[in-house]
T-cell receptor, first 110, second 114 residues
Framework: QKEVEQNSGPLSVPEGAIASLNCTYS??????FFWYRQYSGKSPELIMF????GDKEDGRFTAQLNKASQYVSLLIRDSQPSDSATYLC??????????FGAGTRLFVKA | DAGVIQSPRHEVTEMGQEVTLRCKPI?????LFWYRQTMMRGLELLIY????????DSGMPEDRFSAKMPNASFSTLKIQPSEPRDSAVYFC????????????FGPGTRLTVT
């Protein structure tokens, strides 16, 4: 079992729809959870972080964390073509390492 | 703030040559990370430093890879000798522990070994 798992996609949604990206992790001692966006040929860019169970909202983005289920998600409301990118889930584990998932490719169709 | 700076942005070299990648972290950040990204393996942590001291180098693939951080504003990743399978994008990232553990990435160095 990989430490951080994501569906590689591609996930395709129409413009204006909600995109839902999911991530599971294996280390129950994990403390912090991050979502990075990576455009093709660019470096990962931090867009959200969450530490506590529940939801955290920032503009069109909502991160959701359920530690009991070891599950993190990212919702993107009113998806735009400019949101098309690979989204990396990252987990700061109990072993004091940040482990990245393989990423989910998102396509938003105009 | 200028962000994390990496050089060179692109490097093409022949197998067997020495390659040195450079990184300047964000001023004030006390953690520095080196990653390698390929299509097959995704983003892999190679090594990280805290206050210029290497903490975990378990991700360094072989003895051909070495990394140093002589001061808080500079780090190098060296590959000697380079091999075609080392071709990848190498990212440097930094973070400030007291705030959170989020990392800020540099633009990366695209390495091609022929």
């Amino acid at each position: 079992q990989k430490e951080v798992e994501q569906n590689s996609g591609p996930l395709s949604v129409p413009e204006g729809a909600i995109a839902s990206l999911n991530c599971t992790y294996s280390d129950r001692g994990s403390q912090s959870f991050f979502w990075y966006r990576q455009y093709s040929g660019k470096s990962p860019e931090l867009i959200m972080f969450i530490y506590s169970n529940g939801d955290k909202e920032d503009g069109r983005f909502t991160a959701q964390l359920n530690k009991a289920s070891q599950y993190v998600s990212l919702l993107i409301r009113d998806s735009q073509p400019s949101d098309s990118a690979t989204y990396l889930c990252a987990v700061f584990t109990g072993g004091f390492k940040t482990i990245f998932g393989a990423g989910t490719r998102l396509f938003v169709k105009a | 703030d200028a962000g994390v700076i990496q050089s060179p942005r692109h490097e093409v070299t022949e197998m067997g040559q020495e390659v040195t990648l450079r990184c300047k972290p964000i001023s004030g950040h006390d953690y520095l990370f080196w990653y390698r990204q390929t299509m097959m393996r995704g983003l892999e942590l190679l090594i990280y430093f805290n206050n210029n001291v290497p903490i975990d180098d378990s991700g360094m693939p072989e003895d051909r890879f070495s990394a140093k951080m002589p001061n808080a504003s500079f780090s190098t990743l060296k590959i000697q000798p380079s091999e075609p399978r080392d071709s990848a994008v190498y990212f440097c990232a930094s973070s400030f522990r007291r705030q959170t553990y989020e990392q800020y990435f540099g633009p990366g160095t695209r390495l091609t070994v022929t």
